[in-house]
């Protein structure tokens, strides 16, 4: 084979083996809808303690209680406390201190919510928001979806919420 022709099969070669990487590359996890089914949230032994002021460490915390904020109606109130959580399920809630935090809802890059039929559901956090206020869901929802008042999982960054994750509790 002369010079040229093994150069050129070398890169065909190399064109070859770059195309069936990039064949087989992982195309990530796609885009997340609306109403998509999202998966349980795994829950830690304990979440954070809250202190009584100052900013919430990085981490996990319980939110007993959500809603539109006072101040504000387009940021979103969390009453967080600290959760333990038992071997079988249970929850045990030490809210003292309890604090309020309130939240831009453009700083939450994933919400979830669950329904009374305990299944998990994605939704944009300006839907949160609407929920929240007493809307209507969007009509991605499936039928007869309303928020219920189960209590979320926050994971703080930063001194803010970027992720809000409801769970069932029977």
Do not use: H
């Not at 979103?76 to 939240?103: K, M, N």
């Not at 890059?109 to 329904?115: G, L, P």
């Not at 929802?141 to 928020?147: Q, S």
């Amino acid at each position: 084979m002369t010079a040229p022709a093994r150069v050129g099969a070398v890169a065909a070669a190399v064109v070859a083996a770059t195309l069936a990487i990039v064949g087989c590359a992982d195309p990530g996890p796609g885009e997340v809808r609306p109403y998509d089914r999202a998966p349980v949230p795994a829950v830690p032994d304990r979440t954070r303690e809250v202190p009584s002021d100052g900013d919430l460490a990085a981490g996990a915390y319980w939110a007993i209680d959500v809603a539109v904020s006072a101040d504000d109606p387009n940021m979103v109130s969390f009453v967080v406390v600290q959760a333990t959580f038992d071997a079988s399920g249970g929850v045990t809630i030490d809210d003292d201190p309890a604090r309020t935090l309130v939240s831009d809802p453009a700083s939450l890059r994933s919400v979830s919510v669950v329904a009374d039929d305990r299944k998990n559901y994605a939704i944009p956090a300006a839907e949160l928001l609407a929920l929240v206020r007493g809307d209507a869901p969007t009509a991605d929802a499936p039928a007869g979806y309303a928020l219920t008042d189960f209590p979320f999982l926050l994971t703080v960054a930063g001194g803010v919420v970027v992720e809000a994750r409801q769970i069932w509790l029977g």
